[in-house]
């Protein structure tokens, strides 16, 4: 599934509409193709499992770093929304995947397949090993929109699925998702952030268990 096509999809949208950015307002008003140009550019890059490099995108955009800078703003910036342009088909997919299944259970579904997907991408492993201090800073802090854009998505699918008061009201949908998304975080970014083995398969014990679901 492109992007495009997922981008149309409510669980892709809720993210960047809770957490926009500078350059992701830029990207998606359609009146900057020269950003928009640059970001593709700098995603085939990071799909190819190369280091988004500012001076040799530049070049090979054929403009000057300076250029680039006012198109897309920093490497940060750039990485941010590269990153979570590929976050958003995933996500689609693994709605998709759990449609027959049901409140926290399709919850758990969801965020399972997602982790899978973030530990098996090859790419996205290899800027984990090549960026370890910087990945965890975009992906797991508030240095970036990432970790907004995905509570917010979190607190989507559980207003979705278990209501405006999950858990018999035990908690409220904001601290359930910002709690899915710290577990999904440690058990995708176990080697960086406790040496231990990144797991899927932990994931799902975790969220079921915190989601009350029966095996």
């Known amino acids: 599934m492109t992007t495009a096509t997922a981008s149309r999809i409510p669980i892709a ?3 960047v509409e809770a957490a926009s950015s500078w350059l992701s307002e830029r990207l998606s008003s359609g009146a900057h193709p020269d950003a928009v140009r640059a970001f593709e550019a700098a995603r085939e890059i990071f799909i190819d499992g190369r280091r988004i490099d500012m001076g040799s995108l530049a070049g090979s955009l054929g403009v000057e770093r300076t250029s ?6 920093n490497r940060d910036a750039l990485l941010s929304e590269v990153l979570w342009s590929l976050a958003i088909p995933t996500l689609v997919q693994a709605d ?4 027959e299944s049901s409140g926290g259970a399709r919850i758990a579904g969801i965020l399972t397949h997602f982790v899978d997907d973030l530990i098996t991408a090859d790419y996205f492993r290899q800027f984990l ?3 370890p201090a910087r990945a965890l800073r975009l992906l797991t802090t508030k240095e970036s929109p990432i970790q907004r854009r995905y509570v917010a998505t979190a607190e989507w699918l559980v ?3 278990l209501g405006d008061e999950p858990l018999g ?3 409220d949908p904001p601290g359930l998702a910002y709690l899915l998304v710290r577990m999904s975080e440690s058990f995708t970014y176990a080697d960086l952030i406790s040496g231990d083995q990144p ?3 932990r994931a799902r014990v975790a969220f079921r268990l915190l989601l009350r679901v029966d095996d």
């Not at 680039?68 to 703003?73: D, P, Q």
């Not at 998709?96 to 449609?99: L, N, Q, S, V």
């Open 68 to 73: 680039l800078f006012r198109w897309v703003g």
């Open 169 to 171: 009201g035990a908690i």
């Open 129 to 131: 090993r090549r960026e």
């Open 159 to 161: 207003r979705r699925d």
């Open 13 to 15: 949208t809720v993210g």
């Open 199 to 201: 797991s899927a398969e």
């Open 96 to 99: 998709h995947a759990a449609t």
